[in-house]
């Protein structure tokens, strides 16, 4: 069955840290990839997206993300992070075959501490 | 990047009553719109996929009576709630796509916080 993880439910990092959230899929076709990002009782941000080429994609608010075939994985970077920073981030994945119809991860809350 | 905005932002009803959610593509056609419910802490479910012009295509578990989806214009989807009870209290999203199925994202609206009391 297609299913997306996000291993990690909560993070905590300090202001000025880097940020590493992990995401793992399970798809047997050649998936197309998102992280979006969810700031409370508010909509879904598109972060950035994968549908081929260059595995390192650039994304809004200085967010990266890096597609590794090999490991089924897709996980979003930040080099430091900012206060404003503090939200839920979901990774979700579709396949061609299934148009735009997204399968979310879980979800990880990410916390900022001053 | 195109917008979505859907309304209302929040509402409460009475349990037994129906509630009406609307999403809009404001500046593009939207041909395909997706329905997606979120309970508290929890990642997305998609509830519903629908298509201008046609039926909605339903989700294995979402009750198709109660929650009426119309897609009649290229620029409008609404979700009705019927007969809304307190465990129909959730957050509501909705996203739209344009014509060119993909290399194209789908777009979220704000979501809609319905309470049932």
């Known amino acids: 069955a297609q299913s997306v993880t996000q291993p990690d439910i909560h993070i905590t990092v300090s202001e000025g840290a880097s940020l590493e959230l992990r995401c793992n899929y399970s798809?047997?076709?050649?998936?197309?990839l998102f992280w979006y990002v969810q700031s409370p009782g508010q909509g879904l941000q598109l972060l950035l997206k994968y549908f081929s080429g260059d595995t390192l994609v650039q994304g809004i608010k200085g967010f990266e993300a890096e597609f590794k075939r090999s490991q089924s994985s897709f996980n979003l970077r930040k080099p430091s992070v900012h206060w404003s920073d503090a939200a839920e981030y979901f990774c979700?994945?579709?396949?061609?075959?299934?148009?735009?119809?997204?399968?979310f991860g879980g979800g990880t809350r990410v916390l900022v501490k001053p | 990047g195109a917008v979505v905005s859907q309304h209302p932002s929040r509402v409460i009803c009475k349990s037994g009553t129906s509630v009406k959610i609307e999403c809009r593509s404001l500046d593009f056609q939207a041909t395909t719109m997706f329905w997606y419910r979120q309970f508290p802490k929890k990642s997305l479910m998609l509830m519903a996929t629908?298509?201008?012009?046609?039926?909605?295509?339903?989700e294995q578990g979402v009750e198709k009576d109660k929650f009426l989806i119309n897609h009649a214009s290229l620029t409008l989807s609404t979700l009705t709630v019927t007969s809304a009870h307190p465990e129909d209290s959730s957050f509501y999203i909705c996203?739209?796509?344009?014509?060119?199925?993909?290399?194209?994202?789908?777009?979220f609206g704000q979501g809609t916080r319905l309470t049932v009391v």
């Open positions: 996203s739209a796509q344009g014509p060119t199925v993909m290399n194209t994202e789908a777009f």
């Open positions: 629908s298509n201008e012009g046609s039926k909605a295509t339903y």
């Open positions: 798809y047997g076709a050649t998936p197309y």
């Open positions: 979700a994945v579709t396949i061609k075959a299934a148009g735009n119809k997204l399968t």
